[in-house]
């Protein structure tokens, strides 16, 4: 067979009609073309995230969550783009359009909710900024921090170093804890029972010193210490501080717990066990 008559099958071939819409035809060819500007739209709209997220809004002074909402929103305004000149090259006019995004419709009733409900979740967080990339979020049981909003779901970091997708809706449906949200500052609680036989100004003066001593303690808002109430074999003590970074607040917690033994050793404080007075009786006829 001659170039020329394979070139000819393959003219052919491209020609032939697949289906129409509203009296528009699409070929083999044109489906070809629109899968291969479809697909390097998709590749150009990731490629200028990476580049806009990792090099050119590093340069300027803007906050993180804020570089990855906007790298975001190019890009999907690229693909966007992308799917409307794609679809030129089917010859497909807008009222055809219509009738197309009409047809996916209805596949969205029947089946997509899911996937429409949380891509419009994750719009909404790009948008509102309820939670942003980094921040420190509780959701149900899940504590960890925000390392990736996609379309469809969150990708969380947890305090085990392992990795959980969160679907967009639950951070927009359900109640979701944002430690870090306008303010990373954090209150800590720190609980220490005491000896009934301790003197309480010495106690309320090394709970001080230990709050006092800390490097990381901030001093503004200042620390208090309360007895909050009188328990079965101790006063029960709380320290509360204020830390600068509520993603260090479990190291500073046990790190203030350890200062606070050593101080009460230094003080001859004693932290008591729980006891509990067993009476015997016996029943003598």
């Given at each position: 067979m001659e170039l020329g008559d394979i070139l000819s099958a393959i003219q052919d071939i491209l020609e032939i009609e697949i289906f129409s819409v509203q009296g528009d035809p699409v070929t083999v060819g044109s489906l070809i073309v629109f899968f291969f500007f479809f697909i390097?739209?998709?590749?150009?709209?990731?490629?200028?995230?990476?580049?806009?997220?990792?090099?050119?809004?590093?340069?300027?002074?803007?906050?993180?969550?804020?570089?990855?909402?906007?790298?975001?929103?190019?890009?999907?305004?690229?693909?966007?783009?992308?799917?409307?000149?794609?679809?030129?090259?089917?010859?497909?006019?807008?009222?055809?359009?219509?009738?197309?995004?009409?047809?996916?419709?209805?596949?969205?009733?029947?089946?997509?909710?899911?996937?429409?409900?949380?891509?419009?979740?994750?719009?909404?967080?790009?948008?509102?900024?309820?939670?942003t990339v980094g921040d420190r979020v509780e959701v149900g049981d899940l504590e960890g921090d925000v390392i990736e909003i996609s379309i469809r779901s969150t990708k969380i970091k947890s305090m085990n170093n392992t990795f959980i997708i969160v679907p967009n809706t639950q951070f927009v449906e359900n109640n979701v804890v944002n430690f870090s949200h306008g303010d990373p500052t954090f209150r800590l609680h720190i609980h220490v029972g005491v000896s009934y036989?301790?003197?309480?100004?010495?106690?309320?003066?090394?709970?001080?010193?230990?709050?006092?001593?800390?490097?990381?303690?901030?001093?503004?808002?200042?620390?208090?210490v309360h007895l909050r109430e009188f328990g079965d074999s101790a006063w029960e003590m709380e320290l509360?501080?204020?830390?600068?970074?509520?993603?260090?607040?479990?190291?500073?917690?046990?790190?203030?717990?350890?200062?606070?033994?050593?101080?009460?050793?230094?003080?001859?404080?004693?932290?008591?066990?729980?006891?509990?007075?067993?009476?015997l009786r016996s029943n003598t006829n």
């Open positions: 390097g739209f998709l590749i150009l709209g990731s490629v200028i995230r990476r580049l806009l997220q990792g090099r050119i809004l590093k340069r300027f002074d803007i906050d993180p969550g804020i570089q990855f909402t906007l790298a975001r929103i190019t890009q999907y305004l690229i693909v966007v783009i992308g799917v409307l000149i794609s679809f030129q090259f089917l010859e497909i006019n807008l009222t055809s359009l219509a009738v197309i995004f009409g047809l996916l419709s209805v596949g969205i009733g029947f089946g997509l909710q899911n996937i429409t409900a949380n891509f419009i979740s994750g719009l909404i967080i790009m948008f509102e900024r309820p939670i036989a301790s003197d309480l100004d010495k106690v309320l003066k090394a709970l001080n010193e230990v709050a006092e001593e800390h490097p990381k303690v901030m001093k503004n808002p200042e620390h208090q509360r501080v204020w830390v600068p970074d509520v993603k260090e607040r479990y190291i500073l917690r046990n790190e203030l717990n350890q200062a606070i033994v050593r101080k009460f050793a230094a003080y001859d404080i004693e932290i008591p066990f729980p006891q509990r007075d067993v009476h």
